[in-house]
């Protein structure tokens, strides 16, 4: 994740220095660790930013050959001090939950997709959530005082020995508390239930929502997600809802949303994406998410899409050179594609093609565009051709365009050779984009999974 990468040792270290800042001015220099501000100990780039918010400031660090510097400091507070941070060190999860995706990686999978983060500063910075149980009071207290918020909490069940059991970690039953907490600090929470069935559903997600809305204002959302397995994992004492389930538990979230929406002017609670996809229902209509405040963790996002073709497909026009399209997407999202692809021929006088492409990677249970591996593309893109414009999924490819499976899109574009290439995240900026220029390869902005 980008910012962060894991170690042990927690240090504070200078990774960048301001061209004529206050930093350059002191000479100090990139690698230099950073001990205390005015004091307080530095663990992380939170508290360095938080510490040095004062116009006095005593630098206490220490230079990369060992030598102890003291910076006495004063300026005005508009006035940066020119220090980027190192990446910090990720706080890694304590928990065993019996769903764990990770535990779902195959073998041989890439080091990075074994890390298992349970670190506020991502869900602060990035939207990451979080299960609280790795911080203790003086964990809490800091969140509070620093003003950590919003939070995006993995709450799964408010049930506190039903909570243990899920991630076999004794401090989980203490969420209740732990949130109460921040709450009366003033803080804000995004909350999340992975859905397992004959586990937190049933009465045990109407516990949760009753019990979640119950705490306030200050708990901003709640959004249900159905659990996702593996082919490596199934073997696990959970299962995959089935359709009957899901649409138990859509139901189960409408009860609270007119209520909430009376009450607090918004609907609060929220059916993932994928709850809908393995119901067979339709998405709702975008008044469904208000001001879509968790489109990024999948609620929302086909929606998005949905909408966001329909308003701009009339901007498709021919492509020169362009003879065939093929869209490549996860199967669970391939029915939306299919009612696109009439639109998309017609506008662009040719043929389209939508390739639904089966995970082999992590196995068939996993349907969705942004876990695809590039062996798989490939090997569904056997008959590719010149003339042919292709589009992936963005979600799919990390920020080094890298797949999950370690396949590069570098790759994929070779052998795809001399078919045009394009990465988007909306479709038809990402039709729009295939012919930006002559490279095989062009990144679309938009949001919305493909």
């Not at 993995?154 to 970690?169: A, F, G, Y």
């Not at 979640?212 to 996702?228: E, H, R």
């Amino acid at each position: 994740m980008p910012g962060f990468k894991a170690r042990r040792r927690i240090v504070v270290r200078i990774g960048e220095i301001g061209a004529g800042s206050i930093a350059e001015s002191l000479e100090l220099r990139i690698g230099t660790r950073i001990l205390r501000v005015n004091g307080a100990r530095v663990r992380d780039s939170i508290d360095f930013h938080f510490l040095t918010a004062e116009e006095e400031i005593e630098l206490e660090a220490v230079d990369p050959e060992g030598t102890q510097l003291v910076c006495e400091i004063s300026r005005d507070p508009s006035e940066s001090l020119g220090i980027v941070p190192a990446r910090d060190t990720i706080r890694e999860c304590a928990n065993e939950c019996v769903f764990c995706f990770i535990d779902g990686n195959p073998p041989g999978a890439r080091d990075p997709l074994w890390l298992r983060d349970d670190d506020f500063r991502l869900s602060f910075t990035y939207g990451s959530y979080v299960t609280l149980t790795n911080l203790g009071p003086r964990g809490l207290q800091r969140l509070v005082e620093q003003r950590i918020s919003p939070l995006y909490v993995s709450v799964h069940t408010t049930h506190p020995e039903l909570r243990v059991r899920l991630l076999k970690n004794e401090r989980a039953g203490l969420i209740l508390d732990q949130l109460s907490e921040l709450l009366s600090g003033g803080l804000e929470v995004h909350t999340q239930v992975v859905l397992c069935p004959e586990w937190n559903d049933g009465v045990e997600l109407d516990r949760t929502i009753r019990e979640l809305y119950a705490l306030g204002d200050g708990v901003l959302s709640l959004s249900v997600v159905p659990v996702g397995l593996t082919r490596y994992n199934l073997g696990r004492p959970v299962r995959l809802l089935d359709r009957r389930e899901a649409e138990m538990a859509i139901r189960q979230t409408e009860g609270i949303r007119a209520w909430a929406l009376r009450e607090r002017g918004r609907h609060w609670c929220y059916a993932a994406d994928e709850l809908f996809l393995i119901a067979g229902q339709d998405v709702p209509a975008a008044g469904y998410y208000d001001d879509w405040p968790l489109r990024e963790n999948g609620v929302g996002a086909v929606r998005t899409l949905v909408d966001t073709f329909h308003a701009n497909s009339e901007r498709l026009v021919p492509l020169p050179g362009v003879d065939r399209v093929r869209i490549v997407t996860g199967t669970s999202m391939s029915p939306y594609f299919l009612d696109f692809a009439p639109v998309v021929a017609a506008r662009m006088e040719c043929p389209v093609e939508v390739v639904a492409v089966e995970n082999g990677y992590f196995g068939p249970s996993v349907t969705v565009a942004g876990l695809l591996p590039g062996t798989d593309i490939l090997e569904s893109l056997r008959d590719t051709r010149r003339g042919d414009l292709v589009l992936l999924a963005a979600t799919a490819l990390n920020d080094d365009d890298v797949f999950i499976d370690g396949v590069t899109l570098r790759d994929v574009k070779g052998k795809l050779a001399p078919a045009r290439i394009s990465a988007g995240h909306e479709l038809v900026e990402a039709l729009l984009a295939g012919h930006a220029d002559d490279t095989p390869h062009v990144r679309a902005g938009g949001s919305g999974p493909t």
